[in-house]
C-alpha cells in the first residue's frame, strides 16, 4: 500500500500538467465519497460538498469566494467525472499539440471562472431561473473541458478525429453540435451545466482568437500562479565576495606570465603554423593583438 502511495505521488510530481489536472479531479472526488462513508459509520451530519460548489447566489458566493476554483474540480456522480476526464484526457492530448502545458492549465482555470460566471449571471438575470436562484449550485469540470475544446477546434478547423458509428469528423463540427445541444437545453433540469459549457466555450473561441492575434490571454493567470507558487520559497542569499586589490608586485608577476605565455604560442606559430595551435591558444593570441 505504501509503495503504491508513493507511485501516485510520483504520478502527480512529475506528470504533466494534464495528468495533474486528472489526479486532482479523482482525489477531489475519491476524498469527498471516503468521508462521506467514514462519517456515516460514525452517523455524523456532515458533508463537504456545500464548501466545494459554486452558489448561484452572489450573497452566498461572498462567505465562499473560493467556490469559484473548487468547483471546477468537484465531482460527485461516477458517470459525471469519468465523462469529464476521458474528454479532458482526449481533447487535452490535442490541444498540447499545439499549445504549451502551461496555456493548457492556465486556459482550464480561465474556462471554469467563465462558465461558472456565466452560471451566475443568468440565474439572476432570467425571471426563469430567479425561484431556483437560492438552492443551485454548479459542480464539475465541463465548463473547464469545453474551453478547451473550443480553443482547439476553432485554432485548427481542419483537425479531424474518428468517431464510433460515425467515422471521421472535423472537430469544429463536432465543437458545434454540442454547442447548439447546450444551447436547447438551458432549460432543463441541468441548466446551469449547460449554460456553463457555454461560458467556457465561449471563453476557449476567445482564447483561440486572441492567439491568431499574438496574444495569450492564459499569460496574466499564469504570472500570477507563479507569484503564488513562489511566496514560501526562499529565495538565495546574495553572495559577496571581496577582492583584495592588486599590486604592484602582482600586476608585473601576472604581466610577466602572461608575456611569456605569447611568447611560446608566437614561437609554436612560427614553427607549425597557425593550424597547429588550440582554440585557447588562438583565443589568447587574439586577446593579445586587441592590447
Given at each position: ?36 462513508v467514514c462519517l456515516i459509520l460514525f452517523n455524523l451530519d456532515f458533508s ?70 456565466l452560471f451566475m449571471v443568468a440565474y439572476n438575470v432570467f425571471p426563469y ?66 449554460i456553463a459549457h457555454i461560458g467556457g466555450a465561449l471563453l476557449g473561441l ?86
Open positions: 500500500m505504501e509503495e503504491f502511495f508513493i507511485k501516485l505521488k510520483q504520478l502527480f510530481c512529475y506528470g504533466d500538467i494534464l495528468t495533474k489536472l486528472i489526479c486532482i479531479n479523482v482525489g477531489v472526488f475519491l476524498v469527498i465519497h471516503l468521508l462521506e463537504l460538498l456545500p464548501w466545494l460548489e459554486l452558489p448561484s447566489s452572489p450573497v452566498a458566493l461572498m462567505y465562499k469566494p473560493w467556490t469559484i476554483i473548487t468547483y471546477m474540480f468537484t465531482h460527485y456522480g461516477f458517470w459525471h467525472i469519468l465523462f469529464n476526464v476521458l474528454v479532458l484526457y482526449w481533447f487535452g492530448k490535442i490541444f498540447l499539440e499545439f499549445f504549451t502545458p502551461r496555456q493548457l492549465g492556465g486556459l482550464y482555470i480561465l474556462g471554469g471562472i467563465a462558465g461558472g460566471f431561473f430567479r425561484a431556483l436562484t437560492a438552492d443551485s449550485v454548479l459542480i464539475g469540470a465541463s465548463a473547464s473541458v469545453m474551453a478547451i475544446v473550443f480553443a482547439v477546434s476553432f485554432y485548427q478547423k481542419d483537425y479531424e478525429i474518428g468517431l464510433l458509428f460515425i467515422g471521421r469528423i472535423k472537430l469544429i463540427y463536432l465543437a458545434l453540435g454540442v454547442f447548439v445541444l447546450d444551447l436547447l437545453a438551458i432549460t432543463s433540469t441541468n441548466a446551469g451545466g449547460h476567445w482564447f483561440a482568437s486572441r492567439i491568431r492575434m499574438g496574444k495569450d490571454l492564459t499569460a496574466p493567470l499564469n504570472r500570477v500562479i507563479d507569484k503564488i507558487a513562489n511566496l514560501g520559497k526562499r529565495k538565495p542569499k546574495m553572495r559577496v565576495t571581496y577582492k583584495r586589490a592588486e599590486t604592484k608586485y602582482d600586476f608585473n608577476a601576472r604581466k610577466n606570465a602572461e608575456n611569456a605565455e605569447i611568447d611560446a604560442i608566437l614561437d609554436k606559430l612560427k614553427q607549425s603554423g597557425y593550424t597547429s595551435l588550440s582554440g585557447d591558444e588562438k583565443k589568447k593570441l587574439f586577446d593579445a593583438s586587441k592590447k
